[in-house]
């Protein structure tokens, strides 16, 4: 079992039947954004005005961290391998958008519920960067489950999860994480980024 990135799940679930267990509700949502992210300051207004600029993502597998960033660029008509002088591997989202903070770094594009976290945490990081692009709605990151995982203890990881929002210590576990609870969704929540990575795959 595990929590893994939108991406990834799509590309676990093409490659040995990876399956959602359930997904975390965040503020009533079921889904969440990728945020191109740029310094308050900065003159860019569009994704395309950072072309030969430093840019970061999370990770290379990350869907809002770079499929995203890359399926906007090539739908209109850009090379992601050359757009940017350097493409800076951060290794998590709170990085990417410190990268840009610090001016590490012209550009980013980050998982919306942890840049909107830490501009709650910090407002310095809402106050030093600014939004210039958000992509449409995708599936929240689920909660994972090998396809062979014994059917049993599968029903029972299901049952923890859909009730851990009703246990006081389960609501704790869930708190700082701005979890409301799990749910179960349905499979087509996935299409756009199934969609999006089959493009992507397709063209390399």
């Not at 840049?115 to 809402?126: C, G």
């Not at 203890?153 to 700082?176: I, T």
Request: net charge negative; with cysteine.
């Amino acid at each position: 079992i595990a929590f893994v990135c939108t991406y990834p799940f799509v590309q676990g679930e093409r490659d040995f039947g990876m399956e959602v267990l359930a997904v975390p509700q965040v503020k009533g949502e079921i889904t969440y954004r990728s945020y191109i992210i740029v310094p308050q300051l900065s003159h860019a207004q569009s994704l395309l005005d950072l072309r030969g600029k430093r840019f970061a993502s999370a990770d290379i597998l990350s869907n809002s961290g770079w499929l995203f960033p890359v399926t906007w660029l090539k739908s209109n008509g850009e090379d992601p391998e050359s757009f940017f002088s350097e493409h800076v591997i951060t290794g998590s989202h709170d990085r990417a958008v410190r990268a840009v903070v610090t001016g590490y770094v012209d550009g980013a594009a980050v998982d919306s519920l942890v840049y909107d976290q830490l501009a709650d945490e910090d407002p310095a990081s809402r106050a030093k960067t600014k939004v210039i692009l958000q992509s449409p709605p995708f599936g929240m990151p689920p909660v994972v489950v090998h396809p062979d995982m014994d059917t049993a203890l599968r029903s029972h990881l299901l049952e923890v999860l859909l009730k851990m929002h009703e246990d006081p210590r389960g609501r704790q576990a869930l708190s700082p994480l701005r979890i409301d609870r799990f749910v179960v969704p349905d499979d087509s929540l996935y299409d756009s980024v199934r969609e999006a990575a089959a493009i992507l795959e397709a063209q390399r």
